[in-house]
């Protein structure tokens, strides 16, 4: 058996456009299993398009976007099956408000018919301790705060067992009180060794966490790098007036 690291996603030259407006331009990225790459950059630089990529909400125009060795757009390949093992988690939450916390979790593990309702229910269980609300079973979600509902979310995307999960800016919609709850449960899943695709503008964590920090500015990867090379050594010139604004 070799060492080496899997390749998880596997992205190469890919292009997209909405009419006149060409939002990403020759992408090429490659995360390996038990990576955590943060992706950073301004609004409208394609962050959201891309990662939307990765599960096939979007169609790229043009190139390569593999998920687990399979190329996505082959229509031989099960997209349904490829997005089994992509959780995504999003700024607005995206529950079902009318129905409980343990609803919400089991809901897609048991229609896909990937576990019983007694599996899900155990399950769900234990996710909702790892997400640090054990008591909120059978509570409504529309009586949980913004911070609960993202960390609901989180263990909503876990159920399905995923092997990947998308972050897309998880804490934007947040009050600041709250922030640190939900980014904790982040780096437990870094920790557990969670391959994890992260938009934030959280530069704290992303220092703190991150394998690898991506800069996207004008739908380019402009710069990329550790935390390291890219907080405190800079060489894109859009990267460091980038973050002469946000640090
Ligand atoms: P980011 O997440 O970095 O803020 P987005 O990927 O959301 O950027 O958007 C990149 C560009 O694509 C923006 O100019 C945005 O207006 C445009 N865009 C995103 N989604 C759509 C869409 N569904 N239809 C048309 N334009 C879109
Ligand atoms: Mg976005």
Known sequence: MSEEKQ??????????????????????????????????????????????MLNQLEKPDSGLIEVDGYDISDPK???????????????NFNLFNNYSVIDNITLAPVQLGKMTKA????KAKELLETVGLPD???????????????????????????????FDEPTSALDPEVVGDVLDVMK?????????????HEMGFAKQVADRVVFFESGKIQESGTPEQIFTAPKNERLQTFLSKVM
């Open 7 to 52: 390749v998880k996603v596997h992205v190469d030259k890919v292009n997209k456009s909405y009419g006149d407006n060409h939002v990403l331009r020759d992408i090429s990225l490659d995360v390996m299993d038990n990576e955590v790459v943060v992706m950073i950059g301004p609004s409208g630089s394609g962050k959201s398009t891309f990662l939307r």
């Open 77 to 91: 390949t099960n997209i349904n099956k490829v997005r089994e093992n992509i959780g995504m988690v999003f700024q």
């Open 119 to 122: 599996e899900a229910e155990k």
């Open 136 to 166: 909120k079973a059978s509570a409504p979600v529309s009586s949980l705060s913004g911070g609960q509902k993202q960390r609901i979310a989180i263990a909503r995307a876990l159920a399905m067992d995923p092997d990947i999960m998308l």
């Open 188 to 200: 437990h899943l870094a920790k557990m060794g969670m391959t994890m695709i992260i938009v934030t």
